[in-house]
């Protein structure tokens, strides 16, 4: 059971151009969501969250937009660079879950210069 | 800050063996993590600890999987009997639990089961 899905396992972007990384959840208890980054040999680092009391969430190049009704919610990196080329992980905790969080299988960013 | 550390970061183990990885979390965490990646999958919830209190175990957990948290400090995952499909990253996370529900990740142990 899947409860956090990326269904794009990779995506190839220009430098400079938007990156747009998609998540779907099933689970409706989730009520806070983060994305990570990973490079490989490494362990996933933080990036950026959002809350459900939200539907959008910035720093600096990076947004997190999240659409509760869809249970859908997006990464947009602008302007792209090739430094940002990772995996991306969705992730999704519920209140009552001691932190715990449910990562999706994640996406491969690919920037190229 | 020195961030989440394991060791070893990689091991190589004939099936049969048992494996022993350490994590010392960042030190005012008393939230501790375990988890497991492999290829092309996201990382998969193992067990998580509360001090030294071990309060969930995921069904991905078999017998042959033990964690301790002694102290409440660093924590040890053992697996005994190691099988080819043990192969994974084994991934240790913390947080501080008061009211910060995102996680800190330690570079992981990569595991290769011969």
């Known amino acids: 059971d899947q409860q956090v899905k990326q269904n794009s396992p990779s995506l190839s972007v220009q430098e400079g151009r938007i990156s747009i990384l998609n998540c779907d959840y099933t689970?409706?208890?989730?009520?806070?969501f983060l994305w990570y980054k990973k490079y490989p040999a490494e362990g996933p680092t933080f990036l950026i969250s959002i809350s459900s009391i939200k539907d959008k969430n910035e720093d600096g190049r990076f947004t997190v937009f999240l659409n509760k009704s869809a249970k859908h919610l997006s990464l947009h990196i602008v302007p792209s660079q090739p430094g940002d080329s990772a995996v991306y992980f969705c992730a999704a905790s519920a209140q009552d879950s001691y932190g715990k969080l449910t990562f999706g299988q994640g996406t491969i960013l690919t920037v190229h210069p | 800050d020195t961030g989440v550390s394991q060791d070893p970061r990689h091991k190589i183990t004939k099936r049969g063996q048992n494996v022993t990885f350490r994590c010392d979390p960042i030190?005012?965490?008393?939230?501790l993590y375990w988890y497991r990646q492999t290829l092309g999958q996201g990382p998969e919830f193992l067990t998580y600890?509360?001090?030294?209190?071990?309060?969930?175990k995921s069904r991905l957990l078999s017998d042959r999987f033990s964690a301790e948290r002694p102290k409440g400090s660093f924590s040890t995952l053992e697996i005994q009997r190691t099988e080819q499909g043990d192969s994974a990253m084994y991934l240790c996370a913390s947080s501080s639990g008061t009211g910060v529900r995102k996680l800190f990740f330690g570079s992981g142990t990569q595991l290769s089961v011969l």
């Open positions: 689970n409706s208890m989730f009520d806070y």
């Open positions: 030190s005012e965490h008393n939230r």
């Open positions: 600890f509360q001090n030294e209190a071990q309060l969930e």
